[in-house]
Structure formats: C-alpha cells, structure tokens
C-alpha cells in the first residue's frame, strides 16, 4: 500500500519490551477517560478562561483561592469510569494555566500550597486507580502562562498583561522536565504522558529528545503521545488525533498521518468543552458516543473522552448518566470492541469493521435495509451470526462480495453489529 510513509527524521529511539507490551494493552485497552479539571473550572468558563477574558497573572492567581473541591472523591471518578468499560484514566496535571495538580516541589503554584482544598488530588486519583487496575496519563501543557520563563511568546501568550517581557525557554524546559520527573517518581506506575502546547511556539526548540529521554529513563514502560497535529517525533509511542478521526483531517492536521506504524487515540468532549463550563448543555447523546467509539475502533484508534469535573469534584449527572449509558452497550458488545484491530475493510458510510483472530466485526451504524452487500477482502466466510446472542443468518459470497441477511428486528438503531467466522 502506498499509505505506508517512509521516516523523514532518523529514529534512535527503541523501545523497551515493556513499552512494546504497553502498546499492545493501550490498543486492547480502547475506551479511556479524559480529565480536565484545574482551578480554571471554579469559573465554570473553560481552561481556556485566562486567555480568552485575558485575566492578568496577577489576577489569575486569585483564582487558587477559591479552589476547595470537598466533595472530590477519587473511588467515584475511578468507579464511574469502570462502570462506562474504560480502561484508563488521562487526566490534566498541568493545563495552559501553568497550575499545578499536585505537590510539586519546583513550585509552590500549585494544589497544596495555593488552595483552601490542600490536597495533591494527583496522588488520591493514582492511588485509587492502582488499586482498581484503572492504568494512570497525565496531560501536560508545555506551553505555560504562569511560568516566568516561558518566552518568547508564543501566538497565544502575549496579549494580556502580567506576561514576562523575557525570559529563559532552557530554564522553563528546565523546570517542565523537573516537574515532569516528579510526576514520574511519586506517583507509582504512570502509563504514559500526553504532551499538548507545543503549537504554541512552532519555531521554538522544545528540546523534545532530552524531555521525552528523561520519560523513557525514569518509566521506560509510559507511553509518550503529543497533540501537535504533525508526524509522530522519535520518541513518541503513539499519535494522536484530536476531535478527528484518523485519516479524516477535519482539524488542521499538517503531518502524514502514519496510519499502521504508532499505536492512535483520538478525543472528544461530552458536550462542546474539555473544561467545566457553565454555559455547554450540548451533551452528547448515548447514540453519539457509542457510535464515535465504534468507529474510532475501526479505524484501530482508541477513544479518550472527555470529562470536565465541577469546581466541586463531582462530575456532572448528565455526564456520568450518558457515561453509564456507554458502559451498558460496551457489556453487552464489549467483545466487539475490546482487543480488537481496525479494519479489515476501511469505514464505509454504513459503518466500520473490526477484527480479533478469525473473527471479523460487521458494524452497521448507518443501514436500515434487511441486506448489506459488502466488499470482499480475500477470505472465505465459515459462519455469520449476529452480535450477541450468535444468530446465524444467511450469507452468500460471490464476484460482488459479501451479502448479508439481516432481518428488520434485528436492525438496530446504535450499533447492528455481524459477526463473521473466517475460514
Ligand atoms: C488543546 C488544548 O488547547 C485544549 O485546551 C484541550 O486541552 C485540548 C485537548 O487540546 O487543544 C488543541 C491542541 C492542538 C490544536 C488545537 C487545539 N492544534 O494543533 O490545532
């Protein structure tokens, strides 16, 4: 296949066993819980809040003060994600506001030193999710608008005031990859970091090979992923598709899209926002978001979706019902999903496949008839059954491909999915 891409950059980096098997379990894995939660949520207007009401540093640093989620409770957040079928939880140790999550020790912006609440909410979620077999990412933002250092601006840094009018980049990497180590020495196992921010400064040199070596040195098992929407950089373990589907480029992605070479993941928001936000009742239906994890799963992608925790703690109930919602649909088609690979025919406007060993997964998304004919991709067919509950229903195989029988009441309005056995 002429997808196939051919590096441009030389690749030093070699993973260890450890990372390769993490690989294999992140694509098993497939249904992962994003968190965006920091002291941006107590104004309810985004984590994009200090840039868009450009809030002076100064000002901004009030907002810690208000921060005192009592009502944060890390067995429920890990429970409410188990019960959705996720497998792991990536959550925003530092967004763009340059805050903290937990009890850093380079800096006292953050959690322990600057709220009411007083607590490294990090550790209570690491804890809890070792302890439940829930596997652990942090997100952090390398772009900063807090830290001293973090200069020259970039296309979104300057335009407020309280911003530095210099500043060492070496020192602010300096101080990234300080806090980066700690969140890779204190926390237990840590399954991989999700790099965002660096579009910010596309011509800075985020001297990516030193960081993403300090990863690989401190757990050579995390994963390292980045939101930068280009080519995968050496040393990145899987690639990310934000608010996209891989290969769709709805999103300005400027890279080759290395379909089949790293292992991929893309996100979403529940409604239209990462961070809580007062205004955003455009929750995503049931129908929607099963629908985006089925394809994701065809397109061999997993499906990180977002959740904006209030300044309380607590998620909000119509999140954590469509959330259970999904986990109801994944426990019954779980099988479908879980460990599989995308393909083996590429997404059709009726839906996605996926496969496991010999078995193939029709998923129809988008088809209302009681006959499908579908492309045949070289292997013979030894049985079709509908998924659950291994129907058999009548198949025919000939020079215009695969026709499959489905009957009307079996034709489901989310997901009618078609097991296929192949010889
Ligand atoms: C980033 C963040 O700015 C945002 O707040 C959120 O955390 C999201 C998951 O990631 O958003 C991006 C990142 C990269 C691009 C666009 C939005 N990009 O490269 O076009």
Not at 266 to 278: D, Q, R, V, Y
């Amino acid at each position: 296949l002429l997808l196939l891409t051919t590096p441009t950059l030389a690749q030093t980096y070699q993973p260890t066993p450890e990372n390769m098997k993490n690989r294999e379990w992140f694509q098993d894995a497939k249904f992962g819980l994003f968190i965006h939660w920091g002291v941006y949520s107590v104004l309810g207007d985004g984590e994009w809040v200090m840039n868009q009401q450009q809030i002076p540093v100064k000002i901004y640093e009030k907002i810690p003060t208000f921060f005192n989620p009592t009502d944060f409770d890390p067995k429920a957040w890990v429970q409410m994600a188990k019960a959705a079928g996720m497998k792991y939880i990536t959550i925003t140790s530092k967004h763009h506001d340059g805050f903290a999550m937990w009890d850093s020790k380079v800096s006292d912006y953050n959690i322990v030193k600057r709220t009411p609440y007083g607590k490294d909410v990090l550790k209570m979620l690491a804890d809890e999710c070792h302890k439940e077999g829930i596997k652990l990412f942090f997100y952090h933002s390398q772009l900063d608008w807090h830290s001293p250092d973090y200069f020259p601006r970039g296309s979104t840094g300057g335009s407020w005031t309280g911003r530095p009018e210099s500043g060492d980049m070496n020192k602010y990497l300096d101080y990234m990859d300080a806090q980066l180590s700690e969140l890779l020495t204190g926390y237990g196992e840590v399954a991989g970091i999700w790099f965002d921010g660096m579009w910010d400064k596309k011509n800075a040199d985020w001297r990516l090979q030193k960081t993403y070596s300090l990863i690989h040195k401190l757990q050579p098992g995390a994963l390292v992923g980045s939101n930068h929407h280009v080519t995968p950089f050496d040393g990145e373990d899987f690639q990310m598709f934000e608010k996209d589907l891989p290969g769709h480029n709805t999103t300005g992605f400027s890279g080759e899209q290395t379909v089949g070479a790293l292992p991929k993941e893309t996100c979403e928001t529940i409604n239209n926002s990462w961070g809580f936000n007062l205004k955003d009742d455009h929750h995503k239906s049931k129908k929607e978001l099963v629908q985006y994890l089925v394809k994701a799963a065809g397109y061999g992608a997993n499906f990180l979706l977002n959740v904006g925790p209030m300044p309380n703690g607590k998620i909000q109930p119509e999140h954590i019902a469509s959330l259970k919602g999904v986990g109801e649909w994944l426990n019954v088609n779980g099988e479908t999903i879980y460990g599989t690979r995308g393909g083996p025919l590429t997404a059709r406007d009726w839906g996605v496949t996926t496969q496991k060993g010999n078995k193939v997964y029709v998923h129809l998304l988008n088809w209302f008839d009681e006959s499908i004919t579908i492309p045949s991709w070289g292997k013979k067919i030894k049985s079709a059954t509908l998924f659950p509950g291994k129907t058999p229903i009548k198949f025919l195989e000939n020079d215009y491909g695969i026709t499959l029988k489905v009957p009307k009441a079996s034709l489901d309005e989310i997901d009618t999915i078609i097991e296929l056995e192949l010889k």
